[in-house]
């Protein structure tokens, strides 16, 4: 059984970041995604977590997870051998160079870039927390219920 992991801030989740993961779970096995810990996350790590659960319901081959540390010790830990990653034009000389450093710790494991959908290649998560931080509406950028959970925490710090 092939095992991905998908790792990320997801600070906020975004359409985008649910769309790779819905892609990669009809590629392998099982998709782990794993909640990357973060001290500037603007979520909390169990909020982030909550919010990748709801907007994957309905997957039964993936699991959401936090991770800590290195990416290809945590896709050691969940038995994965594949790293999914997003992959958009601005994205790629970052992804190329961490991607030659995870291949050099763990040569067992396989990094799998997606090209983002069309329709999601402009929107990133820093993106969304700077326009909702504006009090822009996010709604179309992200699962339900996110865009909620967004402008309660801007309210919060205003």
Same mark, same amino acid.
């Given at each position: 059984?092939?095992?991905?992991?998908?790792?990320?801030?997801?600070?906020?989740?975004?359409?985008?970041?649910?769309?790779?993961?819905?892609?990669?779970?009809?590629?392998?096995?099982?998709?782990?995604?794993?909640?990357?810990? #973060? !001290?500037?996350?603007?979520? #909390?790590?169990?909020? /982030?977590?909550?919010?990748? /659960?709801?907007?994957? @319901?309905?997957?039964?081959?993936?699991?959401?997870?936090?991770?800590? &540390?290195?990416?290809?010790?945590?896709? @050691?830990?969940? &038995?994965?051998?594949?790293?999914?990653?997003?992959? !958009?034009? *601005?994205?790629?000389?970052?992804?190329?160079?961490?991607?030659?450093?995870? /291949?050099?710790?763990?040569?067992?494991?396989? #990094?799998?870039?997606?090209?983002?959908? =069309?329709?999601? =290649?402009?929107?990133?998560?820093? !993106?969304? !927390?700077? =326009?909702?931080?504006? &009090?822009?509406?996010?709604?179309?950028?992200?699962?339900? &219920?996110?865009?909620? *959970?967004?402008? @309660?925490?801007?309210? @919060?710090?205003?």
């Amino acid at each position: 059984m092939t095992v991905a992991l998908y790792p990320g801030r997801f600070d906020p989740v975004t359409n985008g970041h649910v769309d790779i993961v819905q892609r990669a779970a009809r590629i392998f096995e099982e998709v782990v995604v794993g909640v990357a810990m #973060s !001290r500037s996350a603007i979520f #909390s790590l169990e909020e /982030r977590i909550e919010m990748m /659960r709801n907007a994957l @319901k309905g997957w039964d081959n993936v699991r959401v997870t936090a991770i800590e &540390g290195l990416t290809v010790d945590s896709a @050691k830990a969940c &038995g994965a051998s594949v790293i999914v990653r997003g992959l !958009r034009v *601005a994205d790629f000389t970052y992804e190329f160079d961490m991607a030659l450093m995870n /291949r050099n710790m763990a040569p067992d494991i396989e #990094s799998v870039y997606m090209m983002t959908a =069309l329709e999601h =290649l402009f929107v990133s998560a820093t !993106r969304i !927390r700077e =326009l909702s931080s504006f &009090g822009r509406d996010v709604t179309e950028f992200v699962p339900a &219920g996110v865009s909620e *959970a967004i402008e @309660k925490k801007f309210a @919060k710090t205003s």
